[in-house]
């Protein structure tokens, strides 16, 4: 089992450019999330799926979309980056009955 | 409230050393508090976690204690090794919902 994977690992924008992360787990779990982390911040929710089919917003969600394609995929995607949305993104993947969160190895994201 | 407010920011230990890492909550609804673990360059890992009807739990030389009239929770580590600097997350849920991450504790361990 790869657990919880997320490509690209590495990425630089230019302001105004659009991409999207991908995030897949193979661990049949329901819910899925996307957090960024920045210095001093934690991790700060964007977007999750509580399972497939739903997606709702999280604490920091202006600027970024989600889309839950099946119950292994849950993408984010930057319309128009903006060089406040540098940060590193992580998946992260929870089964319907247990509370631990399964994280990706992340993405680092700037945009310039 | 949904905050978690966690300290120190940073934290440096000798080997062999106690470290202790706090944190503090205000909604009384969480009912899930697990700790995380994340070394460089990786995504954050569940270490220990603890629910509010016990007021301590221990694995290994990690023990979190729990004090739920305070609102607070702790993350204590025994006989600290080089191999456990890391930065340390605490956390809060109730089951179900969405986690709230403490900022974070860098830890050093000097050798």
């Known amino acids: 089992n790869a657990g919880v994977t997320q490509t690209p690992k590495f990425q630089v924008l230019k302001t105004g450019q659009s991409m999207t992360l991908q995030c897949a787990q193979d661990?049949?779990?329901?819910?899925m999330y996307w957090y960024r982390q920045d210095p001093g911040m934690g991790l700060r929710l964007i977007y999750y799926?509580?399972?497939?089919?739903?997606?709702d917003k999280g604490e920091v969600p202006n600027g970024y979309n989600v889309s839950r394609l099946n119950k292994r995929e849950f993408s984010l995607r930057l319309e128009s980056a903006a060089p406040s949305q540098t940060s590193v993104y992580f998946c992260?993947?929870?089964?319907?009955?247990?509370?631990?969160?399964?994280f990706g190895p992340g993405t680092r994201l700037t945009v310039l | 409230q949904q905050q978690v407010k966690q300290s120190p920011q940073s934290l440096i230990v000798q080997k062999g050393g106690i470290s202790i890492i706090n944190c503090a909550y205000e909604?009384?609804?969480?009912?899930?508090f697990p700790w995380y673990q994340q070394f460089p360059g990786k995504g954050p890992a569940l270490l220990i976690a603890?629910?509010?009807?016990?007021s301590e739990k221990k694995e290994g030389r990690f023990t979190i204690s729990f004090n739920k009239s305070a609102k607070q929770f702790s993350l204590h580590i025994m006989d600290s090794q080089p191999g456990d600097s890391a930065t340390y997350f605490c956390?809060?849920?109730?089951?179900?919902?969405?986690?709230?991450f403490g900022a974070g504790t860098r830890l050093f361990v000097k050798a």
């Open positions: 661990m049949n779990h329901n819910s």
């Open positions: 956390a809060a849920s109730m089951r179900g919902f969405k986690t709230i």
């Open positions: 909604n009384t609804a969480f009912d899930y």
């Open positions: 799926s509580a399972s497939e089919g739903t997606t």
């Open positions: 992260a993947s929870r089964s319907g009955e247990g509370d631990t969160q399964y």
């Open positions: 603890i629910r509010p009807d016990v």
